[in-house]
């Protein structure tokens, strides 16, 4: 099977700027995840989704971030607008079902200048 | 709320050398606990797994033992390599308490093997 499939791996974008991430899931998997990596704060949930239904999404992040799942087998990230803040790692992740282990995309990096 | 801590951020060793990382977390639903490991360029991957029915896992050479007691989930190596450098971190899963399995990731812990 594919592992989890992000694109692009990498994206500029200037202050203000709409930026859409893309992820791909494992075939057959239930649940996905968004997540975003730092060094500072290490890895924070933006968003989860159980059978392309939105269950939580991060607090913080619901401003400016917004996940959605098209179908069973394509999620988008927006960010709007960027801010140089929002420079990091956006990984995506998806699971078979409940309990079972989470599969990591190998991110997006995003530098907002 | 939940939370996993990892004191050391870094480990730098040599080939051969022990390896221990350590890590505590707080919880008050029913813990599965795992260890990931990210390399440069890619995702975390799962390194092992350890539930409250089997509190012992392995995978690798890497070993864990969960002790509820002390709640602590340490990663041990007999003899790393240098293709173990990495940045390893523990994970508390809670899969009941919050209705699915939400993740709750440690800082992590970037280790440095050298020949």
């Known amino acids: 099977d594919a592992g989890v499939t992000q694109t692009p791996r990498h994206e500029v974008a200037e202050k203000g700027q709409t930026i859409i991430l893309k992820c791909e899931p494992v075939?057959?998997?239930?649940?996905l995840f968004w997540y975003r990596q730092t060094k500072i704060q290490g890895l924070e949930l933006l968003s989860y989704?159980?059978?392309?239904?939105?269950?939580?999404d991060g607090g913080a992040f619901k401003d400016r971030f917004k996940a959605e799942m098209l179908n069973s087998s394509f999620s988008t990230l927006k960010i709007q607008p960027t801010e140089p803040k929002d420079s990091a790692v956006y990984l995506c992740a998806s699971s078979r079902d409940w309990g079972y282990e989470q599969y990591f995309g190998p991110g997006t990096r995003l530098t907002v200048l | 709320g939940n939370s996993v801590t990892q004191m050391q951020g870094q480990v730098t060793l040599s080939e051969e050398e022990f390896l221990f990382i350590n890590c505590t977390y707080s919880?008050?639903?029913?813990?599965?606990l795992f260890w990931y490991v990210q390399y440069p360029g890619e995702g975390p991957q799962l390194l092992l797994k350890v539930t409250t029915a089997n509190n012992k896992g392995s995978s690798r050479g890497f070993e864990a033992t969960y002790d509820k007691g002390t709640t602590s989930f340490h990663l041990q190596k007999a003899s790393v390599q240098e293709s173990d450098s990495a940045v390893y971190y523990c994970?508390?899963?809670?899969?009941?308490?919050?209705?699915?399995?939400?993740?709750?990731f440690g800082k992590g812990t970037v280790l440095l093997v050298s020949p």
């Open positions: 075939s057959g998997h239930n649940d």
């Open positions: 919880t008050t639903g029913y813990p599965t």
């Open positions: 989704f159980r059978s392309k239904s939105l269950m939580e």
């Open positions: 994970v508390l899963g809670d899969l009941y308490d919050s209705g699915y399995n939400k993740l709750t």
